[in-house]
């Protein structure tokens, strides 16, 4: 999924490490409330933003998250992104209901269905587009960016394409598309660890999450009122994502609602690194950004050409860069527990 802010924000996330020993108290969780984007046209598709934001760039290498639907392709028209590109970045595409069309500049064409993990690997450079297909009535899933580390920014194309099981612990069930969680693992490569799973609780159950303390996590509610054990939050409505820091080895999860929830779990060892996001892009430095902008505007190899793409514009312009330098935005990651 492309960016097609007018006037997107330029964020140069700076990852500052502290001690993943928490003391002892209650979960400090952090609730992140999601802005609401359109996703181009006059009848824009809205996407809910959770990530980034000013208080949170980061979980993990997680540097995005856009949340959409379930959306009535009949009075949005659904998602049409144009050839564009990206770089220093996976793409992550998991939907709940629809069916979108995949094309790259590597010659893949795929179709992203419910429960399917299409990955993406820009790395180096590449462009694609995506496209909700004419079966598709209602479009519901999320958009997910991964940024890569400096030493795989450089990464050739790729794309990867899983079918996770379901796996039951208890009431809960999950599938798990990346990393490991409740007993079930993706054999999917990261350039970093990571985990991503989309986890069901019927109304009113309940389930303990042993989870690795040197990630942290978040929980983005999809379905559902989401109450996290012990913690310090309120009840997370729907579109809201819970953030939790380093040094938590449990993590109880309640459904206070009176349908099924469903909770896309996100977590990952914090980026170490600074890097800079803007549009579509991730770099190192302001003068990265300013050199893939002018590569991309010139149709340059860096990128390639999509193929088979039958929309009108065939190369998504970039916005203009605003006349200033990016400036630096701390990611320190938090702490599990509060003293």
């Known amino acids: 999924m492309s960016n097609l802010e007018v006037r997107p924000a330029e964020v ?16 400090a969780v952090q609730v992140l409330t999601s802005r609401d984007v359109p996703l181009g046209g006059p ?27 379930p959306d009535d392709v009949s009075v949005t028209g659904g998602m ?20 979108i069309e995949h094309r790259d500049t590597m010659g893949t064409h ?27 009535t209602v479009l519901h899933g999320v958009q997910l960016w991964i940024a890569l580390p400096a030493d795989a920014v450089d990464a050739p194309r790729d794309f990867a394409h899983h079918v996770p099981p379901v796996v039951s612990a208890g009431e809960a069930s999950v599938r798990v598309f990346l990393g490991g969680l409740l007993g ?45 054990a012990d913690s310090t939050a309120r009840i997370l409505e729907r579109t809201e994502l819970g953030y ?34 803007w549009w579509n892009f991730i ?11 002018e590569q991309w505007m010139a149709h340059g190899e860096r990128f390639g050409q999509v193929h088979g793409y039958l929309g009108d514009t065939q190369h998504l312009p970039a916005p203009t860069l605003p006349g200033t330098r990016l400036r630096a935005r701390e990611n320190i990651p938090g702490h599990a527990r509060e003293s």
């Open 283 to 293: 770099g190192r430095t302001h003068e990265d950004i300013v050199a893939f902008r």
């Open 80 to 99: 049409d992104v144009p050839p564009h590109p990206h770089t220093g970045l996976q793409t992550a595409s998991w939907l709940f209901t629809g069916e």
């Open 12 to 27: 140069e996330c700076r990852t500052v490490a502290e001690d993943s020993a928490a003391p002892d108290g209650a979960l």
């Open 43 to 69: 009848r824009a598709m809205t996407v809910h933003r959770t990530l980034p934001q000013r208080d949170r760039s980061l979980i993990g290498a997680w540097c995005f998250v856009d949340h959409y639907g």
């Open 184 to 228: 079930a693992t993706s054999p999917v490569h990261t350039f970093t660890p990571l985990l991503g799973a989309e986890l069901h609780l019927p109304a009113g159950a309940e389930v303990t999450l042993d989870v690795r303390p040197d990630f942290e996590h978040g929980f983005l509610v999809d379905t559902g009122r989401l109450e996290i």
């Open 110 to 136: 795929a179709l992203v269905r419910p429960g399917e993990l299409n990955l993406m690997t820009a790395g180096h450079g590449i462009a694609h587009t995506e496209v909700s297909t004419p079966d598709t």
């Open 244 to 277: 939790v820091g380093l040094g938590a080895q449990t993590i109880t999860l309640r459904n206070r609602g009176d349908e099924g929830a469903r909770i896309l779990v996100l977590g990952g060892a914090p980026l170490d690194e600074d890097i800079v996001m």
